[in-house]
């Protein structure tokens, strides 16, 4: 056993929920290694404050003494002497009657629980409610940390997808030009997958009424290919529309808010990336 395996039992120590055969590995490895009882101490204080939060709760004490009790007053079935009940039944006669009507039974009264019982309730409850409360964060944990992976997963945007296919393609390739103005920009694609995605970094600033429009220059006509806004120093992810043809080269433009209103370029490219 290694110091991670005993790091991860010592929690199920703590909580004194080992098996029987991890228990004996578990004590066989603490006593060869007492340099390893910082793990041990580290879940002990973290299962006591865990048991900081857990209210006690104590069950009734008199559960089972009244139980007795109510047995003992519930009437029973008259007792008959044996022989004579066999020879009434060999002579198909009726049961004889019993010479005097049964006396009630004293009932059992169970004492009043002791200090010490009260308390061995109250631990055995701690211990269980600690158990629940840590089997419930873990669960907690466990849904908390499968939903956000399943959110990040489903969530993801598109142009981080496709650059994800585009670098796992066997033909995937990029190249990166300087950028008029500032900055630089990363054109990435693949044959295979048959987009493009463009990566910016500190593209320089704009009016806000002026956007960056992307082109597929296709010969020479240009396919406009989405407009877009980069974040935070001028860093952008972007897929670019419609269908990438091999020898398009990628072009970025700065155009009137809601893209060249022709569909033609109103200005002369910042960046070109011949993708042949």
């Known amino acids: 056993m290694n110091e991670q395996e005993f790091a991860e039992l010592a929690a199920g120590y703590a909580l004194n929920a080992l098996s029987p055969q991890d228990r ?57 002497d044996a022989s004579a009940a066999a020879a009434a039944i060999e002579a198909g006669e009726p049961l004889p009657a019993v010479a005097s009507p049964p006396q009630p039974r004293t009932p059992m009264v169970e004492p009043a629980p002791t200090t010490g019982s009260i ?11 600690l158990l629940t409360l840590a089997a419930s964060l873990v669960i907690l944990v466990v849904l908390g940390f499968g939903a956000a992976s399943i959110n990040e997963m489903v969530n993801r945007p598109a ?30 694609w693949a044959p295979s997958v048959g987009k493009v995605v463009l990566v ?31 974040g935070v120093d001028g860093a952008s992810t972007v897929l670019l529309d ?34 042949a």
Request: overall charge negative; hydrophobic content about 40%.
């Open 24 to 80: 004996a590995a578990f004590d066989a490895e603490r006593a060869q290694h007492p340099e390893w009882e910082r793990w041990i101490e580290a879940d002990a204080e973290a299962v006591a404050a865990l048991a900081d939060g857990v209210d006690d709760a104590v069950p009734p004490l008199t559960l089972r003494s009244s139980l007795l009790s109510r047995i003992a007053t519930v009437p029973q079935l008259p007792s008959v």
């Open 200 to 230: 910016t970094n500190g593209l320089p600033e704009i009016p806000e009424d002026e956007t960056f429009e992307l082109w597929l220059i296709r010969g020479d006509e240009p396919v406009s290919a989405g407009t877009f806004e980069p």
């Open 242 to 275: 419609g269908a990438w043809e091999e020898e398009d080269a990628v072009a970025v433009t700065v155009e009137p808010d809601g893209g060249a209103p022709d569909g033609v370029p109103t200005t002369e490219p910042i960046v070109v990336i011949p993708t």
């Open 119 to 129: 308390q061995a309730v109250s631990r055995r409850n701690w211990s269980r409610g």
């Open 159 to 188: 142009a981080v997808v496709a650059l994800d296919q585009i670098e796992s393609a066997p033909d995937g390739t990029s190249a990166t030009v300087e950028v008029s103005g500032g900055g630089t920009a990363t054109a990435h």
